[in-house]
C-alpha cells in the first residue's frame, strides 16, 4: 500500500491518490462513476433499461437505496449515481451456486474480504453449513424450513430466539414476519433502525407524539430556509441535491451543519438536466455551512435558540408567540434554560463562534418557514435524543410545525426502515398496537419488550439467544465491537441468514448455520394469483407500490414473504394464521394490514393511486398525541462533548461508494480518496501535535466507557479540514473500536459518531 499521496497520472489505477474534489456534486463525476460501474457487472443493457422503469409512477419498482422520497411531479426520472449502482449490484450477472460453495471452505472464505465476497454475485439456493467437511452444502427448501422450525420449538422459550430485519424488507413481508415472531411468542425484533434513527423516533415521539417527520418534499419545495444536519447528502441521499439545486435558485437559505464540508455543501449539477450537464453549469447548495466539533450540534442549536429568545425581547415577531402558547407546553422552563446557558460554555461544547452560531440564528429568524433535517451525525451519540428534541425546541419557537414549508425532516437510511416500524418490527410496541394485533390475527402476542440490536448482541453473547434469524442485512458487520458480535453468534445453537448475496455474516455463525437466497427488488415476484407488488414508505411517510420486472437470478429463489411463511408453518404447525393464503396473493396480507395499522384503511385501493399515499399525521394537523396533548419543549442540559486531554471524538461514516457493509470500492470521490479506506481524516494540527506526518500510519486506540481498550493498527492519517478534536473515518471497518457497552443510554443507540480514540505514529 502507498502512504504518500501519488497525484495524477502516473498510470496506477490501483495507487492510493487525495487530491481535493474541486468539481460539484452529481453531474459528470457521477455519470462517468455510473458507466464504469455498469462495465464492471456487465449489465450495460439491463442496468439502463432497469433504471427506466424506477420509481416510475405506477407500475415500476422502488429504488431499493435511500428512504429519500421520489420526485412528486412524476415528471423527470429522479435518478441517482448510488441509486443505479444499487440497482444494478442486485441485477449483476455473476452467481454463487452450490460448485462455488464446494470448492471453497468458510475457513478459506474467511480470509476474503467483504468486498470480495459480495462482488461474487448473487445466491441462487438454500445451502447448510456442514461443520464436517468446513463448507456449505445445498439443502432443500422443505428441509431448511424443518431445520429452522425444529430448532425454535426447541428452545426453552420463545425469547432465545431474536429476528433481526434491515430496512430493506417491504411492508408485507414485514408484518408477517412480526407477525411470525409474535405468533411464536417474543418481542426481540431488533432492527437496523436501533444504529440509525432510534434516537430521532424517540424524540420526536416525546416531542410532538409522532416517531416519524411531519413534512413531505411540496414541503421542501417552498420553504424558505433549509438546515441540513449531520447528512452526507451527495452520497447518501444523493437525489436531495435535487431540493437543494431548487431551493438555491428560488432564493431560499441552505445552512449546512456538519464537522466535514461535504459535498453537498458546496455545487451540485443535477443529472436529470441534460442542459446544464451539457454545459458544466453547477448551481450553489449552500448558503452557510458551520463546522461544528463532534457531537456539538445541540449546543450550537441551543445558541441558536438563545439568539432568537434574546431578539425577541426587543422585537414581537421573533418568537410565534400565539403557537407558542396555544400549542406547546414547557415553554418558559425552555426560556429559562437558554438564558442560564452561557455563551462561553455553548462555544467550548460546539466548538463554533458565537458570531457564527448568530449568522446561522438570523437564517432562521428571517425566515417565515423552516424545515431542519438530519441524520445519523444527530442521532449517533449518548444524546441523540436530548439533541433531536433540541432541533424541535427550536422548531416550536417560531411555529415552524404544522404548516406548509415547516418542520422536521429527519432523513432515513435503508428504503424501507420507516415502513419496518410503521408495520411492525418495533422490539417496545405499543400496547394498543398489540391489541388490534390480537383481535384481527387471532394471537396472543407477549406483552413483554424485547430486545433490540446491542441487547441480542449482548444475550448471544450470554447464551440467552441461541437463535438469531437475520431478514436480510449483514448483522456481523452492521453491529458495533466486531469481535464480541462474532464470538456471540457463533455461540448461537441456529443462525440463519435471508439474503441475496454473500456476505461475512454467513462465515460467522452458529453450531447449525442457513443462507435462504431470496427474490430482490427488481424481481419479478409470482405468487399462485399472479405477479404480486409490495409497498415501501419513504422519508417522509408516502407509502406506494414497488413491482420488480427482472427475471429472478436463480429459479431456486423464493420471496421474502414466501420464506417468512415457510419458517412461520414450520415452527408453529397448528397455526391457525392462513400463512399459505397469504403468500398466494399479498393483498390479503395487505386487507389483513388495513385492520391492524392506524392509517392504513382502504390500503389496497390507496397504495394503487398514482404516487400512493401519505401516512396519515396528526403532528401534521397540530394535533400532539403527547401527555400533555400539546408539543413539548425539552429542558436537557448539554452534554460535555470535549474530548479529555490527549484524546479525540471519532465519528465513524460512510464513504461515497459503498452501501453500509456493501463496498462497491475503495474511493471516496467526493473527499478525494482514490484506493483507500483504512484511513482517518485528521485535523492538520492534531496530526501535528501527536508527530504524525501527512499520509504515514498511525495505530488508532479506543477507549470505552468501562475503560477497557480496542485497537486498529495499520491505518493512514490523512490531513483534513474538520475541526480540531474531532476525527472520522469508515464504517464497517471501525466498529472494531466501538464497544459492546458505549450505547447511548436514551435510545440504546451504539455511539457509532462518538468513538474516544487516541492516534498515534506507528512505532
Ligand atoms: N450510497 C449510500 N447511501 C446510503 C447509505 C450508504 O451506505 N450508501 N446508507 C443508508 C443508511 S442505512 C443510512 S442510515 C443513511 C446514512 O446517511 P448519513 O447520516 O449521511 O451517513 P454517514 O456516512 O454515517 O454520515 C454522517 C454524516 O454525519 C457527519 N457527522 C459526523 N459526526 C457528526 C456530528 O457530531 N454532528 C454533525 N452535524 N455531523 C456529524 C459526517 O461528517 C457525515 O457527513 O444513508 C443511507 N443511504
Ligand atoms: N460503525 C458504524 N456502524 C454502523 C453504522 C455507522 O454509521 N457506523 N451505521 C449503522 C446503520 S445506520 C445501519 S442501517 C446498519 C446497516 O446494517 P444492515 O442493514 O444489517 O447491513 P447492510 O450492509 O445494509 O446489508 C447488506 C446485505 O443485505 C442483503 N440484502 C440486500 N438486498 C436484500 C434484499 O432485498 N433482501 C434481503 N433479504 N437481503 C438483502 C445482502 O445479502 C447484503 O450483503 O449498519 C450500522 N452500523
Ligand atoms: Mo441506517
Not at 432541533?391 to 416550536?396: A, G, K, P, Y
Not at 492534531?686 to 485497537?711: C, H, K, L, N
Request: charged letters at 25%; proline letters at 5%.
Amino acid at each position: 500500500m502507498t502512504t504518500g499521496p501519488t497525484v495524477g497520472g502516473n498510470g496506477d489505477d490501483d495507487a492510493f491518490r487525495f487530491e481535493p474534489y474541486r468539481h460539484p456534486a452529481a453531474g459528470w463525476g457521477a455519470a462517468k462513476s455510473v458507466s464504469r460501474f455498469l462495465a464492471r457487472e456487465r449489465t450495460f443493457l439491463d442496468g439502463p433499461r432497469a433504471v427506466m422503469r424506477m420509481n416510475h409512477e405506477g407500475d415500476g419498482f422502488d429504488c431499493p437505496g435511500c428512504a429519500w422520497p421520489d420526485d412528486l411531479k412524476g415528471l423527470h426520472l429522479d435518478i441517482c449515481e448510488n441509486g443505479i449502482k444499487h440497482v444494478t449490484w442486485e441485477m449483476t450477472h455473476k452467481r454463487v451456486d452450490r460448485d462455488f460453495f464446494a470448492a471453497h471452505t468458510v475457513a478459506e472464505l474467511s480470509r476474503w474480504s467483504d468486498a470480495a465476497l459480495e462482488d461474487r454475485g448473487r445466491l441462487t439456493e438454500p445451502m447448510r453449513y456442514d461443520p464436517g467437511t468446513d463448507r456449505y452444502v445445498p439443502i432443500t427448501w422443505a428441509a431448511a424450513f424443518d431445520l429452522v422450525g425444529r430448532t425454535l420449538r426447541e428452545l426453552d422459550e420463545p425469547d432465545q430466539a431474536a429476528f433481526y430485519t434491515s430496512g430493506r424488507l417491504g411492508n408485507e413481508a414485514t408484518f408477517l414476519y412480526q407477525l411470525l415472531a409474535r405468533e411464536f411468542g417474543t418481542n426481540n425484533l431488533p432492527d437496523c433502525s436501533n444504529m440509525c434513527h432510534e434516537a430521532s423516533g424517540r424524540a420526536l415521539q416525546a416531542s410532538l407524539g409522532t416517531a416519524k417527520g411531519t413534512v413531505d418534499l411540496k414541503d421542501w419545495e417552498v420553504t424558505d430556509a433549509l438546515f441540513v444536519i449531520g447528512v452526507n447528502a451527495a452520497s447518501n441521499a444523493p437525489r436531495m441535491l435535487t431540493s437543494l439545486v431548487e431551493a438555491y435558485k428560488r432564493g431560499a437559505q441552505i445552512v449546512h451543519i456538519n464537522p466535514l464540508v461535504e459535498a453537498a455543501a458546496r455545487r451540485a449539477i443535477i443529472p436529470h438536466e441534460f442542459t446544464a450537464m451539457a454545459t458544466f453549469r453547477s448551481t450553489p447548495t449552500s448558503t452557510l455551512n458551520l463546522q461544528p466539533r463532534i457531537g456539538g450540534d445541540m449546543a450550537l442549536l441551543r445558541g441558536m435558540a438563545k439568539v432568537v429568545l434574546d431578539d425577541a425581547r426587543t422585537d414581537r415577531d421573533a418568537l410565534d408567540a400565539e403557537f407558542i402558547a396555544r400549542h406547546t407546553t414547557g415553554f418558559e422552563a425552555y426560556r429559562a434554560l437558554c438564558e442560564a446557558t452561557p455563551w462561553a460554555e455553548i462555544e467550548r461544547q460546539s466548538g463554533v463562534a458565537r458570531a457564527d452560531i448568530a449568522k446561522a440564528a438570523q437564517v432562521y429568524r428571517q425566515a417565515d418557514r423552516s424545515i431542519i433535517s438530519w441524520c445519523l451525525g444527530v442521532t449517533q451519540h449518548d444524546h441523540g435524543v436530548d439533541t433531536a428534541r433540541e432541533i424541535v425546541n427550536l422548531l416550536l419557537l417560531r411555529g415552524n410545525i404544522g404548516r406548509e414549508g415547516a418542520g422536521p425532516s429527519p432523513v432515513r437510511g435503508h428504503s424501507n426502515v420507516q415502513g419496518n416500524r410503521t408495520c411492525g418490527i418495533d422490539h417496545r410496541p405499543a400496547s394498543e398496537f398489540l391489541d388490534r394485533l390480537a383481535d384481527v390475527c387471532e394471537i396472543d402476542p407477549p406483552r413483554k419488550h424485547g430486545l433490540d440490536t446491542v441487547g441480542t448482541v449482548e444475550a448471544m453473547h450470554r447464551g440467552d439467544v441461541q437463535v438469531f434469524v437475520g431478514m436480510g442485512g449483514n448483522f456481523a458487520l452492521a453491529a458495533p465491537d466486531t469481535p464480541y458480535t462474532f464470538a456471540a453468534l457463533r455461540k448461537c445453537r441456529l443462525t440463519v441468514h435471508v439474503s441475496t448475496k454473500l456476505n461475512r455474516s454467513h462465515l460467522v455463525h452458529g453450531r447449525d448455520a442457513l443462507i435462504l437466497p431470496c427474490l430482490g427488488r427488481t424481481e419479478k415476484d409470482r405468487q399462485r394469483s399472479g405477479v404480486q407488488a409490495t409497498s415501501v414508505e419513504d422519508s417522509m411517510s408516502m407509502v406506494h407500490l414497488s413491482v420488480g420486472m427482472k427475471r429472478p437470478a436463480s429459479a431456486h429463489l423464493l420471496s421474502e414473504p414466501a420464506v417468512i411463511a415457510g419458517i412461520a408453518r414450520a415452527t408453529l404447525p397448528d397455526s391457525a394464521t392462513p400463512w399459505e393464503w397469504y403468500v398466494d396473493d399479498y393483498d390479503r396480507i395487505r386487507d389483513t394490514m388495513s385492520h391492524v395499522l392506524d392509517g392504513f384503511e382502504d390500503f389496497n385501493r390507496r397504495v394503487r393511486l398514482p404516487l400512493g399515499f401519505r401516512i396519515r399525521q396528526p403532528a401534521r394537523e397540530l394535533v400532539f398525541d403527547t401527555p400533555s396533548g400539546r408539543a413539548e419543549f425539552s429542558t436537557a442540559a448539554l452534554p460535555d462533548v470535549v474530548p479529555a486531554a490527549g484524546q479525540l471524538v471519532l465519528g465513524t461514516m460512510r464513504s461515497h461508494d459503498q452501501w453500509n457493509t456493501t463496498i462497491y470500492s475503495d474511493n471516496d470521490r467526493y473527499r478525494g480518496v482514490r484506493n483507500l479506506r483504512t484511513l482517518i481524516f485528521m485535523n492538520a494540527a492534531d496530526m501535528a501535535e501527536r508527530g504524525i506526518d501527512s499520509f504515514t500510519a498511525v495505530e488508532i486506540t479506543s477507549i470505552a466507557r468501562d475503560g477497557s481498550t480496542r485497537s486498529l493498527p495499520g491505518y493512514t492519517a490523512i490531513p483534513y479540514d474538520i475541526p480540531r478534536g474531532s476525527a472520522a473515518g469508515y464504517m464497517p471497518e471501525m466498529n472494531v473500536l466501538c464497544a459492546i457497552g458505549d450505547y447511548s443510554t436514551q435510545s440504546n443507540q451504539p455511539l457509532m459518531k462518538n468513538v474516544r480514540i487516541t492516534v498515534r505514529p506507528t512505532p
